[in-house]
C-alpha cells in the first residue's frame, strides 16, 4: 500500500496466480480500511493488481478448495464480505484501476468499487455459475445496486462467463475504457475530479453510505453470503473446482 498526494494504492500483488486472494490479500484490505480511518489523509482509494494480465481471479481455488461445509465456507465468505463491506463504505471513493482480467470474487471487488476503469484487452465476469455457486462477497448484492439496468445485471451473473470491455462498457459495468499505461489513464481521469475538495467528495460518498444503510445493504450481503454457503457443500461445486485445479496435471 502506497499513499501519493492523497491517493492510496492498494496492489494485489500475486501475478504468478493472476492475483488470486488469500487470507494475506484479506488481511492486506483490513490494513487499507483502517488506514483510511485512522490517517485521514487519503482523498481515493485505487485498487489494482500486479502484472500485466490480470487485475483479480477471485479466490485462491487452492486454499478455499479445503473448506467443504457450509460452516466452512460461511466462516470464509463472512470474514471476506465484512472487510469488502467496510472497503465498500470507505468515507472516500474507490476506484477499481482494472489492468486485465477481472473474474469470480475479482469481479466482485471490483464492482464493490464506485469507479471501474477497464483496460480494452481486459475481460470481467461473475464465473461462480459455472463452479455451481453464486457471488459469495457480495458481489451480486454490489452489482443491483450499480443503477445498471437489472435485466443486464442478471444476464452478467447467469451467463457466468467473462464480457469483452466494451460489452462491459454498453452495459454500464465498466465506468470509462483505457488503453496504455493504467497510471496515465488515472491520472486522466482524476484530472477531471475536485480531488483538491477532498470534503466535498466525503460529502457525496456520506450520501450513497446513506443510502445503502437505509436499504439494509449489509443485512443483504450477508444474505448472499448464507445462500452461497449452502451451495458450496454441494458435490456439484466441489468436483467444478476439483476439474479446474487438475485440468493441465
Ligand atoms: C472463492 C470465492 C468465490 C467468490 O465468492 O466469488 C470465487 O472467487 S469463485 C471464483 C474463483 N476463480 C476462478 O474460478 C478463476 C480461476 N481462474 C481462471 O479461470 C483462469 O486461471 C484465468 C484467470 C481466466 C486465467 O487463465 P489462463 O491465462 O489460461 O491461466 P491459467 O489458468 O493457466 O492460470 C495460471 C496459474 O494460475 C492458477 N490460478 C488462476 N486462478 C486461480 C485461482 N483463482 N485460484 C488458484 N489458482 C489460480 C492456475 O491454476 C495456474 O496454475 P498452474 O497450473 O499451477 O500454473
Redesign the pocket.
Known amino acids: 500500500m502506497i499513499e501519493k498526494e492523497g491517493i492510496l494504492f492498494f496492489e494485489i500483488n500475486r501475478p504468478?496466480?493472476?492475483n488470486?486472494?488469500n487470507f494475506e490479500v484479506i488481511e492486506g484490505f483490513r490494513q487499507l480500511v483502517n488506514n483510511v480511518r485512522t490517517n485521514k489523509t487519503s482523498k481515493l482509494v485505487v485498487i489494482t493488481g500486479v502484472g500485466e494480465?490480470?487485475f483479480c481471479?477471485?479466490?485462491?481455488?487452492?486454499?478455499?478448495h479445503k473448506l467443504k461445509t457450509a460452516e466452512e465456507s460461511y466462516s470464509?465468505?463472512s470474514t471476506?464480505a465484512e472487510v469488502l463491506y467496510d472497503v465498500a463504505t470507505l468515507e472516500v471513493p474507490t476506484v477499481a484501476l482494472i489492468n486485465g482480467?477481472a473474474?469470480?470474487?475479482?469481479?466482485?471487488i471490483a464492482t464493490l468499487c464506485d469507479y471501474r476503469l477497464v483496460k480494452k484487452e481486459a475481460?470481467c465476469g461473475?464465473?461462480?455459475g459455472?463452479?455451481a455457486?453464486?457471488?459469495?462477497?457480495g458481489?451480486g448484492t454490489y452489482l443491483f445496486e450499480k443503477g445498471m439496468r437489472y435485466d443486464k445485471a442478471l444476464k452478467m451473473l447467469t451467463e457466468a462467463t467473462?464480457y469483452d470491455s466494451n460489452e462491459l462498457l454498453s452495459i454500464g459495468w465498466a465506468t470509462d475504457l483505457f488503453e496504455g499505461d493504467k497510471l496515465d489513464a488515472l491520472n486522466e481521469f482524476i484530472a477531471k475530479m475536485i480531488v483538491p475538495h477532498s470534503t466535498v467528495l466525503k460529502a457525496y460518498k456520506k450520501q450513497l453510505i446513506r443510502k445503502w444503510e437505509q436499504s439494509q445493504l449489509f443485512e443483504r450481503i450477508m444474505e448472499e453470503v448464507k445462500e452461497?454457503s449452502i451451495l458450496w457443500e454441494a458435490d456439484v461445486h466441489h468436483a467444478a473446482?476439483n476439474s479446474?485445479?487438475t485440468?493441465?496435471?
Open positions: 504468478n496466480i493472476h488470486a486472494i494480465k490480470s481471479s477471485g479466490g485462491d481455488l487452492s486454499v478455499f470464509m465468505l471476506v482480467t473474474v469470480g470474487g475479482g469481479c466482485e475481460k461473475f464465473i461462480q459455472k463452479l455457486i453464486t457471488t459469495g462477497w458481489g467473462p452461497c473446482v479446474f485445479l485440468k493441465k496435471k
